[in-house]
């Protein structure tokens, strides 16, 4: 009889043993793909139904310090969850994307999207310090290589710069864990949590500003994120929906594992510091936004706005806001995920019928690309935090937490972010509603954006299932996710 | 402008050499109790070697995702566009030759030997398969020609997967027969670990081989 824990090793392997079938398999890998992504979603969904009760899972049977474990809490459990959404969209978009003349790009395009599914899998299961750094690389190197798929020269070229930047961030992660197991001679999480509470050393302060720098590179937090843009805008639409919505996130969410685990004793004074860096990528990456005229450079920088409030969060992560606080990041981070996948995937089928990535070419779109531009204003509204959306309880929470602190010019910095971000998203929306120019139309189905919609409509439909979220959530609020 | 950048990347990067000096001298850590952990779990890993036995056994889970990274990386790169390099030619070097004839050989005994006595000394598929792609490396500056024809790239694909497939594999059994991942019975786990070994020393190989442009 299977082991009920084995529901977290079986996430992470299916997804990687399903990658390897399709490298070998030809005409079914469609099918397969399709299979394996109905399997995963049901797994996610099972570890759903476990209601956030800690599940945990020893690798290999060695207990904790001397094997790896896995862990999966009402945290990780959303994101798993989320992930599976995302992914699940990107790959049915991929099948009709990369079709045609883009055949071949399109199998190579769906093991490493598969193998970014199990990668992402990993780090959010992961309960060891360097098994967090080792999904890191696999995501970084996979992420690296999806951005080059589009071989153009600009794509090459930022995936490249991409790489760079990334592997720099790898290496200060690689020094924090090794100063880290130095101090507390372990990598299992809760040990070193314990170890470090216990001898808060100062010279963890190095240790912590190396990974969470990393992280921050890796999460292009202002002012380090003058890769995305590039990189995410310039990728098929599938892949930037991959790299927007999960791998960005990765990064901030070992960052949260970090801040309330192995270095809690030690974040007083680096709170105000990403609550700073966050605070201006809100306001620099919405004006940037605001300013674009390509649609995807527009969905990119908006990315680097999105991810200044989870980073801003740091700050009210503190206090009588603390669960307020915890509850509007994992939310925010949820409905980022959801919305932003779905804005690059329908920003993709804009492109597509409009033979071009200026927004000014957008005219008539509201009546040719109905479904693309519906999914554009829906996810718009979840990222601009507007009920009914998952995005307006997340960012409503965080205000909260910003109220009950009395920190008043976070609160004004998150409502500027939002008047922001409502002004670049009605700016393109406003547009596909102007009367078409008598310009020869590309011919290009509603498949792509059909399937942006059904993710937009998630984000939507996430709104309607706060509280249980909350729930899930409620003992990592009040124990800081060590139970 | 050029020239500010440079020297803040230089302020930037003796201000973190200097905060890891600081931090190293003075780090307090406790009583390594792991390796004790290590030793002491050391005969029911199925190898004698306590590198070996952390890196396929107590932490194979680790070795199994890096081994992931280094499919990734051939993968990526036979996705880029080639600006197609001209096969390397015969040098036509007698030395070269020469030593290959002589290498080439020994080279293949010893990345065998290298595999098998990784349970026991320093060794393992890592180190094998470096030699084996060496090797191949040789071949082809010497005599042009290294794989066999009919192995075209389509049909290394499954050499290049078998590593992480058999790693896979192994992990799956375990689970389905109601252990935890990659939990081999002390009775089979060496086994285990030379099967896998073994894959991944031929998976490896061809994954540095097909790096080299």
């Not at chain 1, 930022?158 to 001679?185: D, Q």
């Not at chain 1, 990728?235 to 809690?264: D, E, H, I, Q, T």
């Not at chain 2, 390594?32 to 194979?60: C, I, K």
């Not at chain 2, 098998?116 to 020609?145: D, E, K, N, W, Y």
Request: net charge positive.
């Amino acid at each position: 009889m299977i082991r009920s824990d084995a529901l977290l090793p079986i996430l992470v392997m299916l997804p990687l043993s399903l990658a390897l079938l399709l490298l070998l398999s030809g005409r079914w890998g469609r099918f397969l793909s399709l299979a394996g992504m109905v399997l995963t979603t049901a797994l996610a969904a099972l570890l759903l139904s476990h209601g956030g009760q800690p599940l945990h899972h020893a690798m290999g049977g060695w207990p904790a310090p001397l094997g790896i474990g896995l862990r999966a809490d009402g945290l990780a459990t959303l994101m798993v969850m989320m992930t599976a959404l995302v992914c699940s969209a990107a790959l049915i978009y991929g099948e009709y994307w990369f079709d045609g003349a883009k055949a071949e790009q399109g199998r190579q395009f769906r093991p490493l999207a598969w193998l970014l599914w199990a990668g992402v899998n990993a780090l959010l299961l992961a309960d060891d310090l360097f098994n967090l750094y080792v999904t890191l690389e696999l995501l970084t190197l996979l992420a690296a290589g999806l951005a080059a798929l589009m071989a153009t020269q600009a794509a090459l070229t930022a995936a490249l710069r991409y790489l760079m930047v990334a592997l720099i961030a790898s290496t200060a992660f690689l020094l924090g864990v090794a100063l880290l197991y130095g101090a507390t001679g372990t990598l299992a999480l809760e040990l070193i949590s314990i170890r470090v509470a216990a001898n808060p050393q100062p010279v963890l302060v190095v240790a912590m500003a190396l990974m969470v720098g990393g992280l921050a590179l890796k999460a292009a937090l202002f002012p380090l994120h003058g890769w995305l843009p590039p990189a995410h805008g310039g990728a098929a639409p599938p892949v930037s929906a991959l790299l927007s919505a999960l791998v960005v996130k990765a990064s901030f969410y070992v960052v949260l594992r970090l801040w309330m685990g192995p270095l809690a004793p030690l974040t007083g004074g680096v709170g105000p510091v990403l609550g700073v860096l966050g605070g201006m990528a809100i306001v620099w990456g919405g004006w940037q936004a605001l300013r674009q005229h390509n649609l995807k450079m527009v969905v990119a920088y908006s990315t680097v706005a999105q991810m200044g409030y989870l980073f801003l969060a740091f700050d009210l992560l503190q206090g009588a806001g603390y669960a307020s606080a915890l509850n509007g990041m994992v939310l925010q981070a949820v409905a980022h995920g959801l919305a932003k996948g779905a804005m690059f995937l329908a920003a993709g089928a804009l492109v597509v019928a409009a033979g071009g990535y200026r927004v000014d070419q957008l005219q008539g779109m509201a009546s040719r690309q109905p479904l693309a531009v519906t999914a554009l204003a829906v996810a718009g509204i979840s990222l601009a935090g507007m009920p009914p959306t998952a995005g307006f309880a997340g960012k409503w929470l965080l205000l909260q937490a910003a109220w009950l602190n009395g920190q008043w010019l976070w609160l004004a910095v998150m409502l500027a972010g939002s008047l922001l971000t409502a002004s670049y998203l009605l700016k393109v929306v406003a547009v596909t509603f102007l009367p078409a120019p008598v310009a020869a139309s590309v011919g290009c189905g509603q498949r792509l954006g059909g399937v942006a919609l059904m993710l937009a409509l998630l984000a939507l439909l996430a709104g309607f299932a706060v509280m249980p979220m909350l729930q899930l959530l409620a003992p990592v609020a009040t124990t800081g996710g060590w139970l | 402008m050029r020239v500010v950048a440079h020297r803040l990347i230089v302020a930037g990067c003796t201000v973190v050499g200097l905060a890891l000096v600081y931090a190293v001298v003075n780090v307090q850590g406790p009583a390594p109790d792991l390796a004790l952990a290590v030793s002491g779990a050391l005969a029911e890993s199925g190898v004698s070697h306590p590198v070996t036995a952390v890196l396929l056994n107590f932490r194979a889970y680790d070795t199994l995702l890096e081994v992931a990274v280094m499919l990734v990386a051939p993968l990526v790169a036979a996705a880029l566009p080639t600006t197609a390099p001209a096969p390397a030619k015969p040098t036509n070097d007698p030395v070269l030759q020469a030593l290959a004839a002589v290498a080439v050989p020994l080279a293949l005994l010893l990345a065998i030997y290298l595999l098998l006595i990784g349970a026991s000394r320093s060794g393992g598929a890592f180190h094998a398969a470096a030699v084996l792609a060496g090797a191949l490396v040789l071949l082809q500056l010497a005599t042009g020609r290294s794989l066999p024809a009919w192995l075209t790239p389509t049909r290394q694909q499954p050499l290049l997967i078998l590593g992480l497939a058999l790693f896979c594999a192994v992990g799956w059994l375990s689970l389905l027969l109601g252990g935890y991942f990659l939990g081999y019975p002390p009775a089979w786990a060496g086994v285990m670990i030379l099967v896998i070994e073994s894959g991944l020393t031929l998976s490896l190989a061809l994954a540095l081989w097909r790096l080299m442009p």
